[in-house]
Nanobody
Framework: VQVVESGGGLVQPGGSLKLSCAAS????????MNWYRQAPAKQRELVAGVSSDNIRNVANSGKGRFAVSRDYAKNTLDLQMNSLKPEDTAVYFC?????????WGQGTQVTVSS
């Protein structure tokens, strides 16, 4: 299973970014897709996700600002981030969970700075 993220970059506080994740390969069963992030010297944390049965979850840190959407036909997961803050600066990783197996992308850097 391959997981590829795209869409990171530098944005000013209050700005918006959209991250995209695409999964491919030997995916023959239902799976969850999630976005995590890891800031320097901090643990990786869940940002948002959509389960195999279309249950959406957004962490408290992103509620009211972030929206997650999934295209089951294309095996993609998008994260729309609005009203970005400097504390949102991190490497954002996409994750595919198939049973007990977890597959990670290489990450995409998001920097919120003026």
């Amino acid at each position: 299973v391959q997981v590829v993220e795209s869409g990171g970059g530098l944005v000013q506080p209050g700005g918006s970014l959209k991250l995209s994740c695409a999964a491919s390969g030997s995916i023959f069963s239902s799976y969850d897709m999630n976005w995590y992030r890891q800031a320097p010297a901090k643990q990786r944390e869940l940002v948002a996700g959509v389960s195999s049965d279309n249950i959406r979850n957004v962490a408290n840190s992103g509620k009211g600002r972030f929206a997650v959407s999934r295209d089951y036909a294309k095996n993609t997961l998008d994260l729309q981030m609005n009203s970005l803050k400097p504390e949102d600066t991190a490497v954002y990783f996409c994750n595919v969970e198939i049973g007990s197996h977890k597959y990670w992308g290489q990450g995409t850097q998001v920097t919120v700075s003026s």
